[in-house]
């Protein structure tokens, strides 16, 4: 497998999603078929369903009314502490 897609790892921690959600990040992975770097994360509320999504597209920016903001954003460590103990 020396032909591999470049890993973007995604730095493992809490993140906040742009919509104000927050999710625990475990790791990158690759998808089986493609060999695509996936983004491996566990929802922090509901039920705390585990989801993936192309890293590429973890990382990238959005712009919501008009502002250019991150997907996701790592919480700082004050905020992942208070994050962890609600």
Known sequence: MSNLPPLIVTEPGLYEHYKGLRYEVLGTVRHSETLEPMT???ALYGEHGLWVRPAAMFSETVVIAGVEQPR???LAAAEASA???S
Do not use: S
């Open 83 to 85: 994050a962890i103990d």
């Open 72 to 74: 996701f954003r790592r």
């Open 40 to 42: 491996l994360y566990r």
